[in-house]
Structure formats: C-alpha cells, structure tokens
C-alpha cells in the first residue's frame, strides 16, 4: 500500500477527504494541530475520526499560532463573528495557517520516507474566502514543495491531492454519506460551548455546515445550542 | 520605517543577513526557532546577535521537528559526519527545515501587519547540498505565499530576500566585517561540546565556515575545541 499524510481537524471536510484517501487505497498517516485555537475540542473530533477512518498512524503536532495573534480563532480579543460572512477575508483567518499546516505534511512525508501523497481537505467553493483554500495556492504550493525536499530532488515527484477543491458542502456530505462517514463524530464550531461542547450554530462554520445539510436533503446529525 | 521579519538562526550566516537588511533600513523583527536542534546553544547566538544588530523584536517560537526524525540535527539516533561532505543530500539535512521556518515567517509578517518583507540567509554555493536552500526553491517560494496570504490577495506582494544566495562563504564573511559584524558572537557547529560549547571543528558546518575565514584572509575568531 501507498502511504499517504492526511491533514485532519477533526471537521466535516478533512473526515471526508480521509475517508475518500482510504478508498482510493493508501495506508494514511494523520497529522492534526494543536495551535492555540479556541475550539481546542475539534482535536477530540480528529481522534474519533482517525479511528473511525482506520488510520495507520495519528501525530497531533504542537505548534504556536497563538502567540501570532490576529485572528478571531486564536486571540481572545477578537469575538467570532456570529451574524453571517461580511465581505473579504474574515477575521476567523489565521494567518497563513493551511501554508504551515502543508509545510509539516511535507517535513512529515520527508521523515516517513517513501511517501509522495499528501491529502488536505480544502474547498474553493464554499470556503468563506480564506486565500490559502484556493486550487492557485495548492497547486503552487505543490510546484515549490517539489523543489524543497529530497523527493523532489530524487525525481520522486509530491502530489498535493485536495479532492474537495471543487465541490460544494452538499455534494461533500453527499460523498461522505455515500462512503458510510458518521458525520455525528466531526465538529466544525469556531465557537462552541466550553461546557457541552455544543456547536454554537451562528458562526461561519456552522451555518455553512447547517446549509450542507440541508441542500443535501440530509439530517444534520449536529447538537446546536442555538 | 518598512517592517521586515528576519530568520536568525544565530549562524555566521543569518547574522550577515541580518546586518545588511538593517543597512537597507528596514524595522527588523527577528525569529528564531526552537525545533530540537541538538545545537540549542545556537539560540543564545541568536540572541546576542539580535541585540548586536539592534533589532525592533525577537520572537523564539517553539515547534517540534523533532518528533519527526529523520536527521541527525534532531535525532541523536544518527550522528553528525566529522569526515568532510560526501555525496547527494546530506544526513544533517532536516526535512522540510527551511520552508517550515519561512511559512512561520509569512504568518509573522502577516500577524504583524503592513510588513511584506521577509530575509533568510540561505546560501547555494556552500550549501552543503540541501534542496531548500536553492534560487528555485525561494522563488516558488515567494510566488506561493504571495497566493495564501492577505497580503498577497490584496495586492500587496510579499518579497523573500535571500542577499546571500549568489556568494561564496568568504564573500559572506567580508561583506560582514565591512558592515561591522563581530562573529565571534555567531555558532555554526552541529554537534558543539556540550559542556563548553566549543566548535568541534569537523562537521561540515565547521569545516565550511573555517575554509570561509582562510579563504577571506581573515582571522576566524571562533573557539574549536579540535
């Protein structure tokens, strides 16, 4: 078997990506962050789900993000926007964080050896305009990631695969579904309750998720606490 | 004054860098990186050369490459080459090192704000063989952060300066003692004393700074325990 670095958040996106990975045949080695982010609980999300995908390994790399400050998900000072996306980049990004997350993936895929695949599960369509989601950053970051390593040098070409890119959240719930995901095990809160751990069903995150749903025509299996 | 994150790696090389971005004027904000490096004493370098060039900040973020394996600069399971170069890449070549360091960098200069300046003093002449310290590498480099970022998005290119990439290890040491450089504060060795943080003298960084001073005609002011 392949072996292939699958970047997991423990959300609907990665869960799916994970599982659309596993049928296509590769021995998967999770990789999840633990980087300062408020919703800290999507790393219980990620475990249940490496589980449930039948991965071969999972590494929680401890990175700090916090400590950069500017974005809603890391820094207590600025509030997760709760009444729907305005226009342009919303203050959930963190800074260049996809960039450092498919950086790892490659020092990882480096020191695992004999590995040229890695799976994120970005989405250019319902993406909430972050910039390093979209198919122009993945793919020239696979040109420069080629350039930086060992396998690029040996001729043993890296593959970016992102097989979400180009769909939308109901048809990635439709596949998930398909391929037999529980998506009641994923979380995709920026905000969600510290006691329960309930999704607070207003921030970004959640209504595109509630919105996946219910474009699919499926229920949602999510606890909202509003 | 332009804002511009800094790599400072505590090396004969960084600390150049460092001296000829602050004579381009730029407000200096230097990271360096704690990543399990068997060389730790290097970040004291670090520090003293921060203050030696005067920067504006200096950021020590703390990131497990470790944990990943694979090279004898994080795993005392492989030891450091005393015996001159050999061929292909290097076992002191630290997966991915050097595109971890200068996606942390974008996030920096993207937290910060109004800074779209980022210098790593990479080298390829005396490289020792590392994939990611080649012109390509930083090029798609930089045409890759500029499509993740903010800045990139609005228009604001971000530009990774690489002053050294073109010149040899004794150009390097010239250009920095007409700046006014005092190396005697920088460290290179790999595989240092662990009581007195002496230079071993053989491992390749070693052999390639002292081959640096003798070929500039300058006193190497380094301590060599060998």
């Known amino acids: 078997m392949k072996k292939a670095i699958l970047l997991l958040s423990g959300g609907l996106d990665s869960a799916t990506c994970g599982l659309i990975a596993r049928d296509m045949g590769f021995e998967l080695h999770a990789l999840s962050f633990s980087y300062g982010q408020r919703h800290g609980c999507e790393l219980l999300a990620a475990q249940r789900v490496a589980a449930f995908i039948g991965v071969c390994g999972h590494r929680i790399a401890h990175i700090d993000l916090a400590a950069l400050g500017g974005s809603a998900l890391t820094s207590s000072d600025i509030d997760v926007p709760k009444d729907g996306a305005g226009t342009g980049i919303p203050v959930t ?6 960039l450092i997350f498919l950086s ?14 890695i799976f994120i599960g970005v989405n250019s369509v319902d993406y909430s305009g972050y910039p390093d989601c979209r198919p122009e950053f993945i793919s020239a970051f696979q040109k420069m990631a ?41 979380h995709s809160c920026y905000d969600p309750d510290p006691q329960t751990g309930a999704a607070c069903g207003r921030c970004d995150s959640c209504r595109i998720r509630k919105k996946g749903f219910e474009d699919a025509g499926i229920t949602d299996p999510t606890l909202y606490s509003a």
Do not use: F, Q, W
């Open 146 to 186: 080629n350039l930086a390593t060992a396998a690029g040098v040996s001729g043993r070409e890296l593959t970016i695969h992102a097989p979400l890119m180009r769909l939308t959240k109901s048809e990635i719930i439709k596949t998930g579904v398909k391929a037999g995901m529980d998506y009641a095990i994923t």
């Open 93 to 98: 990004y963190v800074p260049a964080r996809n």
């Open 104 to 117: 790892y993936a490659v020092a990882c895929a480096e020191a695992l050896g004999e590995c040229s695949d």
